[in-house]
């Protein structure tokens, strides 16, 4: 079964620029997470999605950061304007609650490097 | 609010060593705790997960335990090898599905 796929792995940009991140969860799992994580830090929720509605997205900074799963599958994250501060790892995960496995077991991705200059 | 705490910060031990990481929540009302590794550059692995009703759960050489009423986890690892050098990061969900994560116990595990 294939993992959680995310692209691109690494994106380096100026500041001001606009970037986007693109998410494939596991297949069949209905619920999809963004995370920040900083250097030396443990990862920060962004948005949490039950297919394609956006349950939880209290901690996304909305001036500047939108996400979209249109059609409940894959997602994507985008910065507009990116400043110095977003230089960060991005991680995916999915989980699926009704696999009769361990609830919320979460699956993440290899995650996306941010650099903003 | 939740708040997650790992420790320590980092450990080094010879190999062959058996070690303890510990992990404290604030609020104990959690509806799972998961450990995780994390090797440089990479994203996140999912090694135990301890659902609230359980008090540990076990995989090859790691024994994860809980004590949700003290607010309480530790990863033990057996006779640790250097491939177990790595990051490990506790996290703790309620039923939201939301995980609050520690800052992580880096190790390094020295041949």
């Known amino acids: 079964e294939a993992g959680v796929v995310q692209s691109p792995r690494y994106k380096i940009i100026e500041k001001k620029q606009p970037v986007a991140f693109w998410c494939n969860p596991i297949?069949?799992?209905?619920?999809l997470y963004w995370y920040l994580q900083n250097l030396g830090q443990g990862p920060e929720l962004l948005i949490r999605y039950e297919n394609e509605e956006a349950v939880d997205d209290s901690q996304l900074p909305k001036d500047r950061f939108s996400a979209e799963r249109l059609k409940g599958v894959d997602s994507t994250l985008k910065i507009q304007p990116a400043e110095l501060g977003d230089s960060a790892v991005y991680l995916c995960a999915s989980s699926d609650p009704y696999s009769g496995g361990p609830y919320n077991e979460q699956f993440f991705g290899p995650g996306t490097r941010l650099t903003v200059l | 609010k939740q708040e997650v705490t790992q420790i320590p910060a980092a450990l080094s031990v010879p190999e062959g060593e058996n070690l303890v990481l510990n992990c404290s929540f604030t609020d104990s009302a959690i509806y799972n705790l998961q450990w995780f590794r994390q090797d440089p550059g990479k994203g996140l692995t999912s090694l135990l997960l301890i659902q609230s009703s359980q008090r540990e759960q076990t995989s090859g050489r790691l024994n994860a335990s809980l004590d949700k009423s003290s607010g309480r986890s530790t990863l033990y690892i057996a006779a640790s090898q250097p491939g177990d050098s790595a990051t490990y990061l506790c996290?703790?969900?309620?039923?939201?599905?939301?995980?609050?994560f520690g800052q992580g116990t880096t190790l390094q595990v020295k041949p």
């Open positions: 297949s069949g799992h209905n619920t």
């Open positions: 996290a703790v969900s309620g039923n939201t599905g939301k995980l609050i």
